[in-house]
């Protein structure tokens, strides 16, 4: 019967080796370069690589930035009231009603949407019965934006980045 699984016994490992750091054994030690080279972070990066790390840059600052909102009220007597939500571990409480100005990641954590779905029954033109059902999206949170420092304005930075959350929340 021939075995049929190969076992970390059956490889033979490679012999040990030791390498000096910082010594070359092929050059004279008074003619080596004793002097410590320090690699910073962006030495060790290409352009395409320093281009991200700035962008990633820019970005953090731009969720960073005071936004000044309200949540709107709710007809709905069981509306949490006051809304939390949370970043990185940091949780804050908003109460409806209320003017904030607190950081742009913590307005884009109350951003989200749910899509709110009615059938309807009809008859069409040949009077069969048939049924449609209709989704939109909305905000959970009606939330309106009263000062931000990227703009509201049609174009500018925050405008684009409320439409994109409306979008994709």
């Known amino acids: 019967m021939a075995r049929t699984k190969i076992q970390s016994s059956d490889i033979d490992l490679q012999e040990g080796n030791s390498i000096e750091i910082g010594i070359n054994p092929h050059i004279p030690l008074d003619e080596q370069d004793t002097d410590i080279q320090i690699a910073s972070a962006y030495s060790l990066q290409d352009e395409r690589t320093i281009a991200l790390l700035e962008e990633e840059k820019q970005l ?8 000044t909102f309200t949540i709107g009220l709710d007809n709905d007597p069981n509306a949490p009231d ?7 571990g940091v949780f804050k409480h908003f109460k409806r009603g209320e003017v904030y100005t607190t950081k742009r990641k913590f307005v884009e954590s109350l951003l989200k949407t749910r899509n709110n779905i009615k059938t309807v029954n009809y008859e069409d033109a040949e009077r069969v019965k048939q049924t449609r059902i209709d989704m939109h999206q909305t905000f959970v949170y009606p939330i309106q934006i009263l000062d931000d420092p990227s703009g509201v304005g049609p174009g500018t930075r925050g405008r684009r980045w409320m439409e994109y959350q409306q979008r994709n929340g």
């Open 60 to 67: 953090r600052a731009f969720m960073e930035e005071p936004v």
């Open 82 to 88: 006051p809304v939390s939500c949370g970043v990185n």
